[in-house]
C-alpha cells in the first residue's frame, strides 16, 4: 500500500526536477534566449540575493499583511453572513442575488472605483482581497449550514436543546467541513487579489515587484518573485486541505 | 396513486409558494439597493462623483453605445476572449482524456499542473507581457492559461471517475479502443468537461479584462481603466456591468447545458 502512495509523489518530484533541467539545460545550450525566460540557477541566485538584503522579507511581509486583513475580515463578515442567511430565510433571500453576483462577476474590474474610494496601494490591496474571498465564503457557509442532517436538529430539539446550544453543538460542529472548504477555496481567491491588486498600484509586495521588474524586462526578478507567489499558493492550498480532513475525520460515512 | 399524486401536487405547491416569496425577497433588495444608490446622491449624502447613480450609468451606457469605437473595443475583447478559450477547450480536453486514461503520464503531470492551478493566474500577466507584447496576444495567452487548467483537471477528473465495468461491459461485447472512447469514456465523462468549461470561462473573461486593464490599447478593460483614472464613475460602472452581463449571461448558458446533460443523462 505504502509503495503505491510513494509512487506518484517521487514521480512529481522527478517530473520538476526534470522540468528545472531542461529548463537550465535549453539555455546554457543556447536553444532559447535567457533574457525572456531567465534560468532556474540565475533565479535561485537572485533569491538568495533578495532574501540577504531584506527585499524578500520586505515584500512578503507586505503581501502577507494585506492578505491577513483582507481574508480575515472576509472570514468574520463571510461566516457570520452566511450563519445569518441559514437562519433567516428573509436575509438568504435578500443576500441571495447580491451574493451571486459578487461570486460570478469579475470583481477585479471594479479595481479603478476602488482606488477612487481607498487611494492607490494598501486599503484598496485589502479591499480587492477581501471581495474576492468574502463570497464564497459566505456561499460555503450557507451551505454547509444548510446541509446539516435535519434528523440531528430534530433530535436536538427533542432533548431540549435552546437557539443557542443548536449553533454551537449542532449546527457549527456539523457545517465545519463545508466551512473549511470555502475557506479553502476563498484562499485562493484573496491571494489573487492581493497580487493583481499590487500589480496594477502598490509600492512593494510580490505582486508589485513582478509588475515592476517585468516594466524593466528583468526577467530573473520577476521570475524568483513568481516563484514565490506559486509556492505560497501551494502551501496554503495545501495546509488547508490537510485543516480539511482533519475537520472532516470524525465524520462516519455511513 | 391518487395519494401519492395529491402529496406530491401539496409538496409541489409549497414549493412553488417558496419560489414565489423567494423572487419577491430578491427583487425588493434589489430594488431597495439601486434606490439607495439613486437618492443618496440627491440628498448630498454621498458624492456622486464617488459613488455615481443608476440614472447616470443610464445615460453614460447610451453615450458609449451610440458613439463610434464602442464595437471595436467589443470586438478586440470577444476575439482575444474567443481565441483563447477556443484554444483552452481545444487543448484542455484532449489532454485531460488522455491524462485520465493514462496514470504514469498523470502522475507525472499531475504536480505541476496543481500547483499552477494554485497560483492566481492573473500573475503570469507581467511575463506573458515580457513574452508576447501588449497586443491582442498576451491576452489571448492569458485567457488561455486560466480557462485551460480547469478544463484539464476536469476532464482528467470525469474520466477518472468512470465506472469501469462499462468499460469492461463494452470490451467484453466486442468494442474497440476508438468505439469505447466514442460510445463510453466520451460521454461518460462529458457533465465533467462542462463543469471544467464552466469553471474555466469566468477565468478566462477575468483573463481578458484584467490583461486589458494592465497594458492594452483596445478593449473594454482599456476602457476600464481609462476612465476610473479620468475619475468618470459613470462611464466606468457601464463598462463594468457589461462585462459582468457578459461573464453571468455565458456561465448560464453553460450551466443550463450542464443541466440538460445531467437529465438526459437519468
Known amino acids: 500500500m505504502d509503495g503505491w502512495k510513494m509512487k506518484p509523489v517521487v514521480l512529481g518530484i522527478a517530473s520538476f526536477a526534470v522540468m528545472l533541467l531542461a529548463w537550465e539545460s535549453a539555455v546554457r545550450l543556447g536553444w532559447v534566449n535567457p533574457f525572456f525566460v531567465s534560468q532556474p540557477s540565475a533565479v535561485a541566485a537572485t533569491l538568495s540575493r533578495t532574501a540577504k538584503s531584506g527585499e524578500l522579507e520586505h515584500n512578503l511581509a507586505v503581501s502577507f499583511g494585506e492578505f491577513a486583513v483582507g481574508y480575515g475580515l472576509s472570514i468574520v463578515v463571510g461566516i457570520l453572513a452566511g450563519a445569518l442567511a441559514a437562519r433567516f430565510r428573509t436575509i438568504e433571500y435578500a443576500l441571495d442575488p447580491f451574493l451571486w453576483f459578487l461570486y460570478s462577476a469579475p470583481l477585479i474590474a471594479f479595481y479603478p472605483i476602488f482606488v477612487i474610494w481607498f487611494g492607490l496601494g494598501v486599503p484598496t490591496v485589502i479591499a480587492l482581497a477581501f471581495l474576492l474571498s468574502f463570497p464564497q465564503i459566505a456561499a460555503s457557509t450557507l451551505n454547509g449550514f444548510q446541509n446539516v442532517n435535519p434528523g440531528l436538529i430534530r433530535a436536538a430539539r427533542a432533548f431540549g436543546a435552546t437557539e443557542r446550544d443548536l449553533l454551537w453543538k449542532v449546527a457549527l460542529p456539523a457545517s465545519v467541513p463545508m466551512v473549511i472548504s470555502g475557506l479553502r477555496l476563498g484562499i485562493g481567491r484573496a491571494l489573487m487579489g492581493v497580487v493583481v491588486g499590487e500589480l496594477f498600484g502598490a509600492t512593494a509586495g510580490l505582486g508589485y515587484s513582478i509588475s515592476y521588474y517585468g516594466g524593466l524586462l528583468k526577467t530573473t526578478d520577476l521570475i524568483a518573485s513568481l516563484a514565490v507567489i506559486v509556492v505560497l499558493g501551494v502551501l496554503s492550498t495545501q495546509g488547508l486541505s490537510a485543516l480539511e480532513a482533519r475537520f472532516d475525520s470524525w465524520r462516519v460515512n455511513d | ?266
Not at chain 2, 484542455?92 to 494554485?118: E, T
Not at chain 2, 467484453?172 to 469505447?180: L, N, T
Open chain 2, 1 to 266: 396513486m391518487k395519494l401519492t399524486r395529491s402529496i406530491y401536487l401539496t409538496a409541489h405547491n409549497a414549493t412553488s409558494r417558496l419560489c414565489a416569496q423567494r423572487t419577491l425577497i430578491s427583487t425588493l433588495a434589489v430594488a431597495a439597493f439601486l434606490a439607495v444608490w439613486e437618492l443618496a446622491p440627491r440628498t448630498g449624502a454621498v458624492d456622486a462623483t464617488f459613488t455615481s447613480q443608476p440614472s447616470r450609468v443610464i445615460a453614460a451606457g447610451w453615450d458609449i453605445v451610440t458613439s463610434g469605437g464602442f464595437l471595436n473595443d467589443v470586438s478586440v475583447s470577444l476575439a482575444e476572449f474567443a481565441i483563447g478559450f477556443g484554444l483552452a477547450i481545444a487543448i484542455g480536453v484532449p489532454v485531460g482524456l488522455v491524462l485520465g486514461r493514462f496514470p504514469f503520464l498523470r502522475n507525472l503531470l499531475d504536480p505541476p499542473i496543481m500547483a499552477i492551478y494554485a497560483t492566481p493566474h492573473l500573475a503570469l500577466l507581467p511575463i506573458i507581457v515580457v513574452w508576447l507584447g501588449i497586443g491582442m496576444q498576451s491576452k489571448i495567452a492569458v485567457a488561455f492559461v486560466g480557462g485551460v487548467i480547469p478544463i484539464l483537471v476536469n476532464t482528467t477528473a470525469g474520466v477518472r471517475g468512470l465506472e469501469r465495468s462499462w468499460i469492461v461491459a463494452a470490451r467484453s461485447f466486442c468494442a474497440s479502443s476508438w468505439d469505447v472512447f466514442v460510445k463510453v469514456i466520451l460521454p461518460g465523462s462529458l457533465p465533467s468537461i462542462t463543469l471544467g468549461i464552466r469553471l474555466g470561462l469566468s477565468r478566462a473573461v477575468l483573463g481578458v479584462v484584467v490583461g486589458e486593464m494592465y497594458q492594452s490599447q483596445a478593449g473594454l478593460g482599456n476602457k476600464v481603466m481609462r476612465y476610473g483614472s479620468e475619475f468618470r464613475t459613470d462611464y466606468l460602472l457601464f463598462y463594468v456591468l457589461l462585462i459582468s452581463v457578459f461573464g453571468l449571461a455565458a456561465t448560464t448558458a453553460v450551466r443550463v447545458f450542464e443541466e440538460k446533460l445531467w437529465t438526459a443523462g437519468k
